[in-house]
């Protein structure tokens, strides 16, 4: 039988194929004894260039790769390892371009058992990672259209909220008008103390549209899931079918998870938008519940695939049930794939971004599913030890307004917001000169900038941002208290490099009372 083999010089294979072979010294940058002669293909360098020294291995690497690499060397040689597997890293060849290699190695030692070379292979996958980044970015782009189409949503139920709002604003600032006129102060009193209560429902949902928009950084904090759902439910029930009945199980008190707010905002849209798409035209039940609950070693076998690894302990449970089409196997064989996009009763976009939405707050999804029978997606997160976050500062105290004095600069460039915020820091006995916008701001500041107290500033302004006014202030006077007001969260709106005692974060709208806190806090409490 052995006649009948082939006469296949393997050597000959391996060495003209893409798999490099080196042996490296157990030396200050690695020198090399051996190189393949495919080398020259993948670095461009002779082997000839590798064992004289003329190329010292370590200088090919990327700088930045360098000390990653080095490190693993360094781990494998003190976990006394015989083999062991490099995180791909980039090297540059000898015209300039930079590849990623993949690279397998083992540790000779000697009698003594001391490490005195490293033999193994590096093959190019530049090709490979190149592929990985561009699904990156179109998975990327995908999340980003999932969001806005979400978002749609979203701008529906708020629209419809906001007209609510509006008509109980523009209804009570009448009534106040009229019982002024005829010399009723309680009534009047009243409504416009209505009028306060609902501007700040019109302010707690921009700011659920602004976390939920926002491209930025990511908050992460403990998060009472009944509460985010019960808000974005409220958003979407005139979104929804109009012949779905939305039963809602929302316990208050269970642990809280830790977790973003807007994207759990963007999970419970989609899975809510889906299911009121799987009901189509007829009528039936969409149930969201949320509880506490142990899960098993059993049962987490049967976690999407794609989640996990999960430990069976006790998870927060978010389900979304509906009574609406189904799907078939095939489809929830796909269900979660990236570039899954094809539309089909009851289900679209979306669910590609729940996936990794959960991945990311290392939890997990149980999907349960059959034609004419439902859909039923229960997602299950690790609870964390901290309480949830109040969204809103506590309500303020009735203690008596602390009195200021001294001049204080306001830096607005909005006429309206200019006006009552002179007001407002009138009536807590401060004199009050206004700027027009940062530039305005820095040349009163260069010329008086001893005589003020603090600043007021905003930071979306023309011409010079309130960031770019602050790091100017900040030159010319480092310690002065600035007051930074933003209609987004504290973390888009300063820069960590930024953040020191005598600056302060004021979010838009604010009440008088928010303001009078955030000048305590930026003044160190002094009048």
Same mark, same amino acid.
């Given at each position: 039988? @052995?006649?009948?083999?082939?006469?296949?010089?393997?050597?000959?294979?391996?060495?003209?194929?893409?798999?490099?072979?080196?042996?490296?010294?157990?030396? %200050?940058?690695? #020198?090399?004894?051996?190189?393949?002669?495919?080398?020259?293909?993948?670095?461009?360098?002779?082997?000839?260039?590798?064992?004289?020294?003329?190329?010292?291995?370590?200088?090919?690497?990327?700088?930045?790769?360098?000390?990653?690499?080095?490190? $693993?060397?360094?781990?494998?040689?003190?976990? !006394?390892?015989?083999?062991?597997?490099?995180?791909?890293?980039?090297?540059?060849?000898?015209?300039?371009?930079?590849?990623?290699?993949?690279?397998?190695?083992?540790?000779?030692?000697?009698?003594?058992?001391?490490?005195?070379?490293?033999?193994?292979? /590096? *093959?190019?996958?530049?090709?490979?990672?190149?592929?990985?980044?561009?699904?990156?970015?179109?998975?990327?782009?995908?999340?980003?259209?999932?969001?806005?189409?979400?978002?749609?949503?979203?701008?529906?139920?708020?629209?419809?909220?906001?007209?609510?709002?509006?008509?109980?604003?523009?209804?009570?600032?009448?009534?106040?008008?009229?019982?002024?006129?005829?010399?009723?102060?309680?009534?009047?009193?009243?409504?416009?103390?209505?009028?306060?209560?609902?501007?700040?429902?019109?302010?707690?949902?921009?700011?659920?549209?602004? &976390?939920?928009?926002?491209?930025?950084?990511?908050?992460?904090?403990?998060?009472?899931?009944?509460?985010?759902?019960?808000?974005? &439910?409220?958003?979407?029930?005139?979104?929804?079918?109009?012949?779905?009945?939305?039963?809602?199980?929302? #316990?208050?008190?269970?642990?809280?998870?830790?977790?973003?707010?807007?994207?759990?905002?963007?999970?419970?849209?989609?899975?809510?938008?889906?299911? +009121? @798409?799987?009901?189509?035209?007829?009528?039936?039940?969409?149930?969201?519940?949320?509880?506490?609950?142990?899960?098993?070693?059993?049962?987490?076998?049967?976690?999407?695939?794609?989640?996990? %690894?999960?430990?069976?302990?006790?998870?927060?449970?978010?389900?979304?049930?509906?009574?609406?089409?189904?799907?078939?196997?095939?489809?929830?064989?796909?269900?979660?794939?990236?570039?899954?996009?094809?539309?089909?009763?009851?289900?679209?976009?979306?669910?590609?971004?729940?996936?990794? =939405?959960?991945? +990311?707050?290392?939890?997990?999804?149980?999907?349960?599913?059959?034609?004419?029978?439902?859909?039923?997606?229960?997602?299950?997160?690790? #609870?964390?030890?901290?309480?949830?976050?109040?969204?809103?500062?506590?309500?303020?105290?009735?203690?008596?307004? %602390?009195?200021?004095? !001294?001049?204080?600069?306001? /830096?607005?460039?909005?006429? =309206?917001?200019?006006?009552?915020?002179?007001?407002?820091?009138?009536?807590? !006995?401060?004199?009050?000169?206004?700027?027009?916008?940062?530039?305005?701001?820095?040349?009163?500041?260069?010329?008086?900038? $001893?005589?003020?107290?603090? /600043?007021?500033?905003?930071?979306?302004?023309?011409?010079?941002?309130?960031?770019?006014?602050?790091?100017?202030?900040?030159?010319?006077?480092?310690?002065? #208290?600035? =007051?930074?007001?933003?209609?987004?969260?504290?973390?888009?709106? *300063?820069?960590?490099?930024?953040?020191?005692?005598?600056?302060?974060?004021?979010?838009?709208?604010?009440?008088?009372?928010?303001?009078?806190?955030?000048?305590?806090?930026?003044?160190?409490?002094?009048?």
């Amino acid at each position: 039988m @052995d006649s009948l083999q082939p006469n296949v010089d393997e050597r000959e294979i391996f060495t003209r194929g893409p798999v490099v072979v080196f042996k490296w010294r157990n030396e %200050p940058g690695w #020198p090399v004894d051996y190189a393949s002669r495919n080398v020259l293909d993948v670095f461009g360098y002779t082997t000839d260039a590798f064992v004289s020294g003329e190329v010292a291995y370590s200088d090919l690497v990327d700088s930045e790769d360098l000390k990653r690499v080095g490190a $693993e060397v360094q781990a494998a040689c003190e976990a !006394g390892a015989s083999e062991f597997t490099h995180e791909p890293y980039r090297v540059r060849r000898a015209d300039g371009q930079q590849i990623w290699l993949f690279d397998h190695t083992n540790l000779i030692r000697d009698e003594a058992g001391e490490i005195t070379h490293f033999h193994g292979y /590096v *093959i190019d996958i530049t090709a490979q990672v190149e592929a990985q980044e561009e699904n990156r970015r179109l998975a990327q782009q995908l999340l980003q259209a999932q969001k806005l189409e979400s978002l749609g949503i979203l701008a529906g139920g708020l629209a419809h909220d906001f007209n609510n709002v509006l008509t109980g604003v523009m209804g009570h600032a009448a009534l106040a008008r009229f019982a002024h006129e005829d010399g009723r102060p309680e009534q009047a009193l009243e409504s416009m103390e209505q009028v306060e209560a609902l501007s700040l429902q019109a302010a707690d949902l921009c700011k659920q549209l602004l &976390a939920y928009s926002g491209r930025g950084k990511f908050v992460v904090r403990p998060l009472d899931v009944s509460r985010v759902v019960r808000e974005v &439910a409220s958003m979407l029930q005139v979104a929804i079918s109009k012949k779905a009945e939305l039963v809602l199980e929302l #316990p208050e008190g269970l642990t809280a998870i830790l977790g973003d707010r807007a994207q759990l905002q963007q999970i419970v849209m989609n899975l809510l938008s889906n299911a +009121s @798409d799987a009901l189509g035209e007829a009528s039936g039940t969409i149930q969201v519940r949320v509880s506490e609950r142990e899960v098993g070693a059993a049962e987490l076998a049967e976690l999407t695939p794609g989640c996990g %690894p999960l430990e069976p302990g006790r998870y927060l449970s978010l389900l979304v049930e509906d009574d609406g089409v189904g799907m078939s196997a095939e489809t929830k064989e796909r269900l979660f794939e990236p570039f899954y996009t094809t539309k089909f009763a009851g289900r679209g976009l979306g669910l590609a971004a729940v996936l990794g =939405i959960i991945r +990311s707050h290392q939890g997990g999804i149980f999907l349960r599913s059959r034609e004419g029978e439902g859909t039923r997606f229960e997602l299950v997160f690790p #609870p964390c030890d901290a309480p949830a976050l109040p969204d809103h500062e506590p309500e303020v105290s009735d203690r008596p307004l %602390p009195k200021g004095g !001294g001049t204080v600069l306001l /830096v607005d460039d909005e006429a =309206i917001l200019r006006q009552v915020g002179g007001r407002l820091l009138g009536l807590l !006995g401060y004199e009050v000169e206004l700027a027009v916008d940062g530039m305005d701001a820095l040349e009163k500041l260069r010329d008086h900038g $001893e005589r003020y107290r603090f /600043v007021v500033l905003d930071q979306a302004m023309p011409r010079l941002s309130g960031r770019e006014t602050l790091q100017e202030l900040r030159q010319l006077l480092p310690e002065l #208290p600035v =007051i930074l007001c933003s209609g987004y969260n504290q973390e888009q709106a *300063i820069d960590a490099d930024q953040e020191g005692a005598s600056l302060e974060f004021l979010q838009k709208p604010y009440r008088l009372e928010q303001l009078t806190r955030a000048i305590e806090r930026a003044t160190g409490g002094s009048k």
